[in-house]
């Protein structure tokens, strides 16, 4: 099976029970995307490839808002507008090495 490649989301504002999930992808490019839901994680990743998010607002939740997951992701940023420092943002799988990781936080 291929990957997905080139997914691009932007300037959408969402509202729904559960947020969404990016799987066994390349390039992804989320820009200027507000999200509301009532399940957290809000996104989730797995396996992914130069994943490039800016512009992110993301309601606050008690819980991480964004799952990182797969020993294959690498290149992720992440450029987010929350009240929430990185560590309560964000949920690290224990295979995800930290250096591909790269988080602001607004």
């Not at 490649?5 to 066994?24: T, V």
């Amino acid at each position: 099976e291929m990957n997905l490649e080139n997914i691009s989301i932007s300037n959408l504002l969402g509202e729904a029970k559960n947020g969404f999930s990016i799987i066994d992808a390349n390039e992804v490019k989320i820009k200027d995307v507000e999200l509301q839901t009532t399940v957290a994680p809000v996104m989730s990743f797995y396996n992914v490839k130069n994943v490039q998010v800016e512009g992110l607002k993301l309601q606050d939740f008690s819980t991480p808002l964004i799952a990182v997951y797969g020993e294959q992701s690498e290149q992720l940023k992440f450029n987010i507008i929350s009240k929430k420092k990185n560590d309560e943002l964000f949920e690290i799988g224990e295979n995800v090495k930290p250096e591909v990781f790269e988080s602001i936080n607004k």
